[in-house]
């Protein structure tokens, strides 16, 4: 950020259920809601971020970036500014979340998973296994074999990042917003978005990405909306964190083009 920030303002958004944001009880959309409950989903998401805009930001020129769900959620902002009349100047995906998992993606999948996806999707629901799931997965050991994975050159997986990641999934209620986020089934797809936007998309991609395909995120460009995709070599899903000299480097150019 302090790079950038030479640039212009910069903000970074700690979605709701996401970093330092407040955590509450998630309900699915076909639960009843109540007082202090929140339906995850990227359209809600997309709105916190809207509205920080219009009342945080509040700037001539907007630029939106987000990486992984991040990315998704950029995208129905970015639709939302167009839908008001304050179109956002360009909009930035790095390893933008494909959502493979979404029921509108389900012909796609291999014979087993399609059988067995209205299981999964019964169990997830169920507190008492997402908790027990939660709790399994919220330990540092596991963050680090996960961080390991995401990015391939190891570049800056040290027990800082770790200890923040750890830190949010200690948070109260942190378990719940896993529940919302892993029941995700039928939301916001970023081609599906994309092909409604006018707003000009810059794709940067990790080459080594191990959950987000780079030959599908090559079929985006496509997209009329699309006008570019730099593959950064070696780096994974988070190149920003992995190699932010990099990163960094490649948002300048598209900024100041």
């Not at 630029?63 to 360009?90: F, M, P, Y």
């Not at 995906?93 to 494909?98: F, G, P, T, Y």
């Not at 109260?172 to 896993?178: K, M, P, S, Y």
Request: charged share 25%.
């Amino acid at each position: 950020m302090e790079s950038l920030s030479k640039l212009g303002n910069v903000y970074a958004i700690d979605l709701v259920g996401f970093g330092e944001s407040a955590k509450p009880t998630s309900h699915l959309k076909d639960e009843t809601p109540s007082s202090d409950s929140f339906c995850y989903g990227i359209d809600a998401w997309a709105q916190q971020v809207t509205d920080f805009v219009q009342e945080i930001a509040n700037a001539e020129k907007i630029v939106l970036a987000g990486n992984s769900i991040g990315g998704v959620v950029a995208c129905q902002t970015a639709k939302k500014l167009e839908d008001q009349e304050s179109q956002a100047e360009k909009l930035i995906l790095i390893d933008c979340a494909q959502r493979e998992i979404d029921d509108k993606r389900l012909s796609e999948q291999p014979p087993f998973r399609r059988l067995s996806k209205p299981l999964l999707k019964k169990l997830v629901r169920q507190r008492w296994l997402t908790r027990t799931l939660y709790k399994a997965l919220a330990k540092k050991g596991i963050i680090q074999k996960v961080l390991e994975l995401a990015y391939p050159t190891k570049q800056n997986v040290d027990d800082e990042l770790i200890n923040v990641l750890y830190k949010a999934t200690q948070d109260r209620n942190a378990d719940e917003a896993f529940r919302g986020f892993i029941n995700l089934f039928d939301d916001l797809l970023a081609p599906d978005i994309m092909k409604k936007l006018s707003t000009p998309v810059h794709l940067i991609w990790g080459e080594k990405d191990p959950w987000e395909p780079l030959a599908i995120a090559k079929t985006w460009i496509s997209i009329d909306c699309v006008k570019s995709i730099q593959v950064l070599p070696d780096l994974g899903h988070c190149p920003h964190d992995e190699c932010p000299q990099v990163v960094n480097s490649e948002i300048t150019s598209i900024l100041q083009a």
